[in-house]
């Protein structure tokens, strides 16, 4: 499947036909179907995945079964490249969303050809903090809100995310369970805050999380 045109995607769009060629020596295209498992918690890290297409999610299981979402990634980003980049085991598991396709990169060999590439390390340091930043804010909304706050304040920042993203997948990235966000989105139309998976009242959806 290296036939996708790897010149295409920003990333490597600087790359020379050389480096494009070497590139595909060392990777490899792969199509996901929804909850398809790209690597599971524990794993070697021996491969940088590249999101190309679709979505991702990555979660851990706690000890009871229940899965935890810790983070979503949209096409065009690394996912957890910080466990080959340190050399320990994938920390998480990272599944696909409907249908996606990754670029599969033996990273040993990523790293000595074109880790020093500015477009490279540039790219990898920018992603390392929003992904920082990312998990700070989803451990501290965790953390300081209830569910029904959690959701307000996600409502709020998405607002259109009622009719894109299916509920249980919104209901398993604020970690509550699809009957709770059902039970909440309900209370939400009773107060006439939210009507017909639109918000019509954002101000009452600020006051209930700040």
């Known amino acids: 499947m290296n036939n996708f045109n790897l010149k295409q995607i920003g990333l490597f769009s600087s790359f020379s036909n050389d480096d494009i060629l070497y590139l595909k020596t060392i990777s490899h295209i792969k199509k996901f179907k929804n909850d398809d498992i790209l690597f599971y918690e ?117 607002e259109g995310c009622l009719n894109c993203l299916k509920h249980h997948e919104i209901a398993e990235s604020l970690n509550v369970t699809p009957i709770t966000f059902s039970r909440i989105l309900k209370v939400f139309k009773i107060e006439k805050i939210i009507q017909k998976n639109k918000v019509i009242n954002k101000e009452r959806l600020y006051k209930l999380f700040s």
């Open 42 to 158: 524990g794993d070697d890290s021996d491969n940088l995945y590249f999101l190309i297409e679709g979505k991702a999610e990555v979660y851990k299981t706690n000890r009871k079964g229940k899965k935890i979402v810790l983070t979503q990634f949209s096409s065009l980003s690394f996912i957890a490249e910080v466990s080959p980049y340190v050399k320990i085991k994938f920390p998480a598991t990272a599944k696909s969303i409907n249908n996606s396709v990754v670029l599969i990169i033996v990273y040993d060999k990523f790293e000595k050809r074109f880790l020093h590439y500015p477009q490279i390390s540039s790219f990898i340091i920018k992603s390392l903090a929003s992904k920082i930043v990312r998990f700070e804010k989803t451990f501290s909304n965790s953390l300081m809100m209830d569910a029904q706050e959690r959701i307000a304040k996600y409502l709020y920042e998405h």
